[in-house]
T-cell receptor, first 115, second 110 residues
Framework: KAGVTQTPRYLIKTRGQQVTLSCSPISGHRSVSWYQQTPGQGLQFLFEYFSETQRNKGNFPGRFSGRQFSNSRSEMNVSTLELGDSALYLC??????????????FGPGTRLTVL | GESVGLHLPTLSVQEGDNSIINCAYSNSASDYFIWYKQESGKGPQFIIDIRSNMDKRQGQRVTVLLNKTVKHLSLQIAATQPGDSAVYFCAENAGYALNFGKGTSLLVTP
């Protein structure tokens, strides 16, 4: 099975712009989660989707949003970019049962740099 | 605040030795824990998991121990190899999300 794929792998944006990141989960996985990883804060949960519904959201401002499509692919959007949004954005998918103890498998991430 | 933490930010071991990476958690209701390995430029890679109804689980060269009394888990890597050099994270489930610790950087020296 192919793993979790994320596009693009690298992005450079300037302050005030917006960005959309894409994630394709492992085939058969219906839950997709997003995390932000920075050297200072580590890995922090952004949000989780299952069957196109957001079930959980982390403590991030409303500039961070996401959605999931009927084929389980997911996108996240960050509007009005700030320098502090520079980070590795990771997507993880888990098995179709949708339970909270399903193992999450991560993609390689999208490295976002905000100038 | 952070509910999952690792005791040491870095750990250096010699090739062939056993490695032990520790993690403490604060939520006594946590029922699922996972260890991930992250190599430079890559996403976290699943190593092994354990549920709260177990106190030990073994994989290939890895063992996870869970002590619910003191809210502590550890990852043991047998016969550590250069390819084991990476950052290791423990994580606990929190609803439909994972809480991660800061990570321990494991350096394997020849």
């Amino acid at each position: 099975k192919a793993g979790v794929t994320q596009t693009p792998r690298y992005l450079i944006k300037t302050r005030g712009q917006q960005v959309t990141l894409s994630c394709s989960p492992i085939s058969g996985h219906r839950s997709v989660s997003w995390y932000q990883q920075t050297p200072g804060q580590g890995l922090q949960f952004l949000f989780e989707y299952f069957s196109e519904t957001q079930r959980n959201k982390g403590n991030f401002p409303g500039r961070f949003s996401g959605r999931q499509f009927s084929n389980s692919r997911s996108e996240m959007n960050v509007s009005t970019l700030e320098l502090g949004d520079s980070a590795l954005y990771l997507c993880a998918s888990s098995f179709m049962s949708g339970g909270s103890t399903d193992t999450q498998y991560f993609g390689p991430g999208t490295r976002l740099t905000v100038l | 605040g952070e509910s999952v933490g690792l005791h040491l930010p870095t750990l250096s071991v010699q090739e062939g030795d056993n490695s032990i990476i520790n993690c403490a958690y604060s939520n006594s209701a946590s029922d699922y824990f996972i260890w991930y390995k992250q190599e430079s430029g890559k996403g976290p890679q699943f190593i092994i998991d354990i549920r709260s109804n177990m106190d030990k689980r073994q994989g290939q060269r890895v063992t996870v121990l869970l002590n619910k009394t003191v809210k502590h888990l550890s990852l043991q890597i047998a016969a550590t190899q250069p390819g084991d050099s990476a950052v290791y994270f423990c994580a606990e489930n929190a609803g439909y999300a994972l809480n991660f610790g800061k990570g321990t950087s494991l350096l394997v020296t020849p």
